[in-house]
């Protein structure tokens, strides 16, 4: 049988009452198939999906802005760079 890895995600993602039980449903089955073509492409499609909606691929939070200085040097002159990254306000 094939299984059409589309249908498995879209039902996970239908059938999940929250962002953090969809990240959980996502995650353990990510782990209990490990490293099976199965799991790789579905751990992709998790990752694209988390990254265009900006949420935690592992507790499903939306992830916010940080912005850092980052003290650098530019042709012998001390400057600073900013540096944006995302973080979650759950996990870190
Ligand atoms: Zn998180």
Redesign the pocket.
């Known amino acids: 049988m094939d299984v059409d890895i589309y249908e498995i995600f879209n039902y996970i993602k239908d059938n999940s009452d929250n962002k953090q039980e969809l990240?959980d449903n996502m995650n353990s089955l990510i782990m209990s198939t490990d490293r099976s073509k199965f799991s790789m492409q579905l751990n992709k499609l998790w990752d694209e999906y988390c990254t265009s909606y900006g949420?935690?691929?592992?507790?499903?939070?939306r992830?916010i802005a940080i912005e850092e200085k980052e003290p650098m040097e530019y042709f012998g002159f001390p400057t600073n760079e900013i540096i944006t990254y995302q973080v979650?306000?759950?996990?870190?």
């Open positions: 990240a949420i935690c691929v592992c507790c499903g939070e992830m979650c306000p759950n996990c870190g």
